[in-house]
């Protein structure tokens, strides 16, 4: 199990992103109060091995550590994923699942995957966000088994006619939207996976991409 706190005001903030197994073994952890507040483009795992980015953003990307108590690990600390500089950072216009963050851990040896995160939203933040697993780090899949038991609501869209993926994503509230699970364990491709990955990124974009409040 990966368990990752990822603090990203999806338009810039995250706190706690965790991998987990069978029987909830913790494979790999991010809850990122091991780590010092300030600029960290690459944050190491709390607990296990693995390795996070962020994707996908114009112009300098500059993800930090910062404060923010409330995710649902409790600690203070939230990883920050944005980008600065005029007309830089997240764009309405950048390509369903282009923008966010990315981790990878290995799952040698384990089966019956689940993901775990909590993610924070500014009002002006995009709102609709989505998960893709991948085997490889190379072919990308959206995950359908979606839950939330907090703020956030699990959606689904099936109108090809929207600028939003098909399939299942969460509509993210303003403020800590924690305990978001994905579970993979029917998926054969990543248990015993050592090139396992999983990205959280935008799941609109155009006149679809709306903050929490629903503008534009």
């Known amino acids: 199990m990966i368990k990752m706190k990822l603090t990203t005001l999806f338009a810039s903030a995250a706190a706690m992103l965790c991998l987990t197994a069978q029987a909830s073994t913790t494979l790999t952890a991010w809850n990122f109060d091991n780590l010092t507040v300030g600029a960290n483009a690459t944050p190491l795992p709390s607990a296990g091995f693995g390795a996070a980015s962020a994707l996908g953003f114009s112009g300098s990307s500059n993800p930090d550590i910062q404060t923010l108590a409330g995710s649902s690990t409790g600690g203070a600390k939230a990883w920050r994923v944005r980008a600065t500089g005029v007309n830089t950072g997240w764009s ?50 959206n995950a359908a088994n979606l839950a939330s038991a907090g703020a956030g609501v699990v959606t689904n869209n099936s109108d090809v006619s929207q600028s939003t993926v098909i399939g299942g994503y969460v509509k993210l509230a303003s403020g800590w939207n924690n305990q978001i699970a994905v579970d993979l364990g029917g998926i054969s491709a990543v248990d015993n996976n050592p090139n396992f990955a999983v990205r959280i990124v935008n799941a609109s974009t155009g006149s679809n991409c709306v903050d929490t409040t629903g503008s534009l």
């Open 92 to 141: 309405t216009n950048a390509g369903i699942g282009s923008q966010g963050a990315k981790f990878t851990g290995s799952t040698a040896g384990y089966y019956k995957l689940k993901v775990l995160f909590d993610v924070y939203a500014t009002a002006d933040a995009e709102a609709n966000l989505q998960v893709q697993y991948s085997p490889d780090g190379t072919f990308w899949y």
